[in-house]
């Protein structure tokens, strides 16, 4: 990651409060969350989010997700895109996953994206992206990735997935 802390710019044009918006190459996960509620996801629910998640994994002999400050700061922005549309979607006006990353400093080598609507708490959002069978099980339950971030703004919830370019620690 950059030495220039950055805030996340799709936020910043929407003219979202600048003291709501954390620097995204910050040393710890959470500095891309800006507060619980209505524009973000807290500290509690995102270690509760990626608890769970690694939770899956480790049952089915998987490694852990490390939660990375790019991917919580772009997870973010996108939820608070789509609750401002209305609309669950992976499009994005401010540009692709891969763009939307690239704008962090993420040298990734490979990258998923899940997103949900009509979900207001973790245990809800656990039991969509888990549920037997589905697509979004499939990503979190493949090896490849290695890290990740989630963004939640009203009922719309983004979690990302990476992998380093190397495949190893960023």
């Not at 710890?28 to 509690?44: F, R």
């Not at 993420?106 to 998923?112: C, I, R, T, V």
Request: with cysteine; net charge negative.
């Amino acid at each position: 990651m950059g030495t220039n802390a950055t805030v996340v710019p799709f936020l910043q044009s929407l003219g979202v409060p600048q003291d709501i918006v954390a620097p995204a190459n910050s040393s710890t996960p959470y500095a891309a969350i800006g507060y619980s509620g209505i524009l973000g996801l807290s500290k509690d629910d995102l270690n509760d989010l990626a608890d769970k998640l690694n939770a899956h994994r480790n049952s089915s002999g998987l490694h852990p997700l490390a939660l990375h400050p790019a991917l919580v700061a772009t997870s973010q922005a996108h939820s608070y895109s789509m609750n401002r549309a209305g609309n669950m979607t992976s499009y994005d006006p401010s540009g692709s996953l891969a763009q939307r990353v690239d704008r962090h400093g993420f040298d990734y080598g490979a990258l998923g994206e899940m997103v949900l609507a009509g979900t207001h708490g973790v245990t809800e959002a656990i039991s969509q992206l888990c549920a037997p069978g589905s697509s979004t099980l499939s990503g979190i339950l493949s090896p490849e990735y290695a890290y990740m971030g989630a963004g939640r703004s009203g009922q719309f919830w983004t979690v990302q997935l990476a992998r380093g370019r190397d495949g190893g620690p960023l």
